[in-house]
């Protein structure tokens, strides 16, 4: 079965850092791997996601993430963070067929100070 | 944008009632989802639903748990005699096709047991 691990729950920066948010995942094969994020009282929207091709994906609000298979890792960043991007970052990986469920991480908190 | 809703976003119920938890797909999505998070706690999948049947459900969905689809546009989830430990943020989401398409998210809706 697959499993995703957050190792960070709580992340600090100051407005205009960058940032880097790390997601491991354990799964026997390729899987498709997200980021959401969930502002509070919010439902989980879709930052990017990377099903196959280049392992760099872009995504909105100037997020990307890059898929290395040998570390298992599909880590979220972003250059320059806004205060409006604090909020809760879940990595969740899919298998590849139909209606396949999502597998979340923990999530991590992102606080930005101004 | 189409969007997934969910009602009530807030429900509150006694420790035995039968609750129903409602969501309107986007429209011309084929696949339908429940997910929970409990508070503090990863988003955890409950099962997905595809042409009228449950396609897949996790250990959590067990007989209390039911889905329907009862009309053309809303997607229902059904908790029999609700616990204490059902208390948790339920979520909608809905998927154009299975596998590789991205799951569109609901805002949620708060379940409390008291």
């Known amino acids: 079965a697959q499993s995703v691990t957050q190792p960070d729950i709580h992340i600090t920066v100051s407005e205009g850092a960058s940032l880097e948010l790390r997601c491991n995942y354990s799964y026997g094969a390729t899987p498709y791997l997200f980021w959401y994020v969930q502002s509070p009282g919010q439902g989980l929207q879709l930052l990017l996601k990377?099903?196959?091709?280049?392992?760099l994906v872009q995504g909105i609000k100037g997020f990307e993430a890059e898929f290395k298979r040998s570390q298992s890792s599909f880590n979220l960043r972003k250059p320059s963070v806004h205060w409006s991007d604090a909020a809760e970052y879940f990595c969740a990986v899919g298998v590849r067929r139909t209606a396949s469920k999502l597998t979340f991480g923990t999530g991590t908190r992102l606080q930005v100070t101004l | 944008e189409p969007e997934v809703t969910q009602t009530p976003s807030h429900q509150v119920t006694q420790m035995g009632q039968e609750v129903i938890l409602r969501c309107v797909p986007i429209s011309n999505h084929l696949y339908f989802y429940w997910y929970r998070q409990i508070l503090g706690q990863k988003v955890e999948f409950l099962v997905s639903f595809y042409n009228n049947e449950i396609s897949e459900k996790s250990e959590i969905f067990d007989d209390q748990f039911s889905v329907e689809r009862p009309d053309g546009s809303n997607f229902t989830l059904k908790i029999r005699s609700t616990k204490l430990e059902d208390s948790a943020m339920y979520f909608c989401a809905s998927s154009l096709a299975g596998g590789q398409n991205e799951q569109f998210f609901g805002p949620g809706t708060r379940l409390t047991v008291l």
């Open positions: 990377y099903f196959s091709g280049d392992t």
